[in-house]
């Protein structure tokens, strides 16, 4: 399938490793220029190279902590739409959770709400511009059920569901389509669930037994959702919340 992606200008916060480095991976393959940041060269010099083998299309990336750093994050996104061409996609992927924040309610704000609404501030313009405008937020399943502990973590990625399913409205007549994606328990190295199986294995065990599938999730295996439900080729979806958890939540979807 032609997914539409080729020469199209994909931003996304954070993106260098993980979900988000295995996005752009993808994105890249179907032709599409990207822009990313990171707390730390290293990791960007090695997801720019990972990147490159992927696809052939430009690639911005340059170093930034955006935790409480408003300005500075808003003048990033502006340069990377300038250094793109514009933008027709926006992903929001750096959380707290990526920085052991999930008890810290002012990092989750900062970066799980604020990096929402400061780049669909910053952004609107040119996805308008784009035709195909389409944001996606990353969530999580612990906004869906009760999970481990209440935590802010939590509660703000629920908050973040509602802010993208309420922003799909308001946009929709300038053509921008707004989806989240709400991975289960999914692990790679150097990721939460591989901390957690080394230093809470009860949880990590336990966890695992609860899995229908018998396993925990890859990124690929939600990279391919965000980059599908993203794309123009998925035109007529907005305000969806995609759960990629392995049947793990028990709810029932109406």
Known sequence: MDLGLKGKKVIMNGGAHGLGLASLKH???????????????????????????????????????MA???????AWLAKAADELGGCDIFVHMASSSGTGGTGDWQAGLDMDIMGAALAVEVLTPALAESGTGSIIFMSSTAALETFIA???????????????????????????????????????????????????????????????????????EVAKAVVFVASPACPYMTGANIVIDGGFTQRVQF
């Open 27 to 65: 994105f890249a393959a179907e032709g599409a220029d990207v822009a990313f940041f990171s707390r730390k060269q290293d990791k960007i010099d090695a997801a720019r190279d990972a990147i490159a083998k992927a696809g052939n299309g430009k690639v911005f990336a340059e170093v930034l902590d």
């Open 150 to 220: 209440p935590q802010p973590f939590n509660a703000l990625k629920a908050a973040l569901i509602t802010y993208g399913s309420q922003l799909s409205q308001a946009l929709a007549a300038k053509g921008i389509r707004v989806n989240t994606v709400s991975p289960g328990a999914i692990y790679y190295e150097g990721g939460n669930w591989e901390m957690i199986r080394k230093v809470m294995p009860a949880l990590y065990d336990g966890t695992l037994a609860k899995m229908p599938t018998g396993r925990f999730g890859e990124p690929e």
């Open 68 to 74: 409480g750093n408003h300005e500075g994050y808003k």
